[in-house]
């Protein structure tokens, strides 16, 4: 276990659907990212938040709506997805420094399925 | 936006024998690297990082190995086992970009027993 935990483990959606993704840290840590992760492709970054502020956002479509409301939390709510959204999405924490460069630490991802 | 490649998508190794994956950065300013494992339905497992003050660090059956004049960062696992098997991925994180991860595709690693 890495202390990050992430739920649901599955979702499957219709693109109507709303539905929200959950992430806790355990850790500590100041600073939390939202990744997707496709098949054969690198992982995206798409929101990062330091001390509950987002200081990142990867041009990312506004269907995806992040929000942290601690430093432990981090939701990322899901509005009329398309299946091309279908993938894993993985949560990390990292500790913050003025510099960066801190190790990020993954939970087990939620696996999304857009129908 | 910065790359990180892997030279082989997928490797098979006989189970004790030693693997090494590889990897590719494109940022000469980036100063810290990570490797990690991915095992199937899970996340990310931190493994092993390096600083770029540093050309080797050892950890526990692994090796990490970084040569900055050819950019490329590997990975040394001794007497590999079937526990290994996952995809492994590098990361480069250039310096003053907010901790901002560059993660290559990530290479496959089968362990035949």
Known sequence: ETGVTQTPRHLVMGMTNKKSLKCEQHLG???????????????????VYNFKEQTENNSVPSRFSPECPNSSH????????????????????????????????????TRLLVL | GESVGLHLPTLSVQEGDNSIINCAYSNSASDYFIWYKQESGKGPQFIIDIRSNMDKRQGQRVTVLLNKTVKHLSLQIAATQPGDSAVYFCAEIPPNTGNQFYFGTGTSLTVIP
């Open chain 1, 74 to 109: 981090l939701f990322l709510h899901l509005h009329t997805l398309q299946p091309e959204d279908s993938a894993l999405y993985l949560c990390a924490s990292s500790p913050w420094s003025s510099g960066g460069e801190e190790t990020q630490y993954f939970g087990p991802g």
């Open chain 1, 29 to 47: 840590h100041n600073a939390m990212y939202w990744y997707k992760q496709s098949a054969k492709k690198p992982l995206e970054l798409m929101f």
